[in-house]
């Protein structure tokens, strides 16, 4: 496309989209967060009683047109609380665009979605700051590309086909990152999701969710820099899922089954913690989550539990637990927060499950454990 052309494209794109602006009934907001954390393993935290940090500010952009079928959503985070890792982001800072989607909701059918957008598979735990935990690139994802959603009585479904997890070729999604390779290693790409869930009744429904795609590598080094080339990874996952909510009982429970070839291409830089790329590595794991919560007045109180069994060969560390009960308290602007995460291992960048920690040469450094306290205040504006 020449630069006329494209420029006269541009025009007619933003003409469009002007004129539907002046049309639409926008919910502009922003929020800020802020985080104080006791980590047991962490002597410096243990002598300053913890840390007070992970600040953020968060601005909303939700709305629709009216007498049209259109609508839309964005979230942008600034601030080092942002959850976003600014070596593998798009941004290169502690910034980013957590998702911005456009969506068509066709008369008596689907909804198309078009942007970055939740990943349909499975459920996303309901905590805050302990996150996905061992669900670990399988939890809170949002991935860029076209989605289509829609209800039919009991049954529901969502098709997807993402390009990327983010952004050009950042491998950051932001929440639920530092599971897929990194700006030097691979990035998730080509990504088909399918999920269809069926509402037993008004309170259980059960699901199954699918995904394939592709994992492209990245060659070069860290002087003259990485640049994206062979589609010649790929990975696979299944979940089945229950849900049940009773009041303002609620209860989930999914069993996730993985497998990642990493690309013999990619460039396998070692990091800290063993989350450097395995040229060729096949990382198999199982993953097993539950949720059980309660809703009463202003109050929530909720606990999740995940498992991670690896089936790696070659790879000897145990099945790792994470724990993490806590309630949150909705005083008005906004929440509060009070949780506690512990855990005997993780999941790395390759999807591997690991039990111990590793210094740059992949030397085992101790066992993977780890515990903290957090305490959460955010408000809204």
């Given at each position: 496309m020449t630069?006329?052309?494209?420029?006269?494209?541009?025009?007619?794109?933003?003409?469009?989209?002007?004129?539907?602006?002046?049309h639409a009934s926008p919910n502009l907001?922003?929020?800020?967060?802020?985080?104080?954390?006791?980590?047991?393993?962490?002597?410096?935290?243990?002598?300053?009683?913890?840390?007070?940090?992970?600040?953020?500010?968060?601005?909303?952009?939700?709305?629709?047109?009216?007498?049209?079928?259109?609508?839309?959503?964005?979230e942008t985070r600034i601030g080092p609380g942002s959850f976003t890792d600014a070596n593998n982001n798009s941004t290169g800072s502690q910034f980013g665009i957590h998702k911005a989607w456009v969506g068509y909701q066709f008369e008596d059918g689907p909804?198309?979605?078009?942007?970055?957008?939740?990943?349909?598979?499975?459920?996303?735990?309901?905590?805050?700051?302990?996150?996905?935990?061992?669900?670990?690139?399988y939890g809170d994802q949002m991935d860029v590309g076209v989605k289509v959603s829609q209800t039919l009585g009991a049954l529901h479904y969502d098709a997807a086909l993402y390009l990327a997890?983010?952004?050009?070729?950042?491998?950051?999604?932001?929440?639920?990152?530092?599971?897929?390779?990194?700006?030097?290693?691979?990035?998730?790409?080509?990504?088909?999701?399918?999920?269809?869930?069926?509402?037993?009744?008004?309170?259980?429904?059960?699901?199954?969710?699918?995904?394939?795609?592709?994992?492209q590598a990245f060659e070069g080094n860290e002087t003259d820099g990485y640049s994206a080339t062979e589609?010649?990874?790929?990975?696979?996952?299944?979940a089945l899922y229950y849900t049940l909510k009773v009041?303002?009982?609620?209860?989930?429970?999914?069993?996730?089954?993985?497998?990642?070839?990493?690309?013999?291409?990619?460039?396998?830089?070692v990091y800290a913690d063993g989350d450097g790329a395995l040229a060729g590595l096949n990382a198999k794991n199982d993953r097993y989550a539950a949720e059980v919560g309660l809703n009463t007045g202003n109050w929530s109180f909720y606990a999740d539990l995940t498992y991670a069994q690896p089936d790696t060969d070659g790879n000897d560390a145990d099945t790792?637990?994470?724990?993490?009960?806590?309630?949150?308290?909705?005083y008005g602007p906004g929440w509060i927060y009070l949780e506690y995460l512990t855990q005997d291992g993780y999941v790395d960048r390759n999807g591997q499950v690991q039990d111990q920690y590793f210094d740059e040469n992949l030397n085992p450094t101790g066992p993977g454990d780890f515990?903290?306290?957090?305490?959460?205040?955010?408000?809204?504006?």
């Open positions: 630069k006329s052309v494209a420029f006269k494209v541009s025009a007619l794109t933003a003409a469009a989209i002007l004129s539907t602006a002046a907001s922003g929020g800020v967060w802020f985080n104080y954390q006791y980590a047991q393993n962490d002597k410096a935290q243990q002598e300053s009683w913890g840390v007070i940090d992970s600040e953020a500010l968060i601005l909303y952009a939700d709305g629709d047109v009216p007498d049209t079928p259109w609508t839309y959503s964005a909804m198309i979605t078009i942007g970055k957008s939740q990943v349909p598979f499975a459920w996303k735990t309901y905590n805050f700051w302990p996150g996905d935990m061992l669900l670990a690139g997890d983010d952004w050009s070729t950042s491998t950051d999604t932001m929440d639920d990152n530092r599971h897929w390779g990194s700006t030097s290693t691979y990035r998730k790409v080509q990504t088909f999701v399918g999920n269809l869930s069926y509402s037993i009744n008004d309170m259980a429904t059960v699901g199954v969710s699918a995904q394939s795609g592709g994992l589609v010649s990874g790929d990975h696979n996952a299944a009041g303002g009982l609620w209860a989930k429970a999914s069993y996730i089954t993985t497998e990642r070839n990493v690309p013999e291409e990619s460039a396998g830089d790792v637990r994470a724990f993490a009960p806590g309630l949150s308290y909705d515990d903290a306290v957090y305490a959460t205040i955010d408000f809204y504006f």
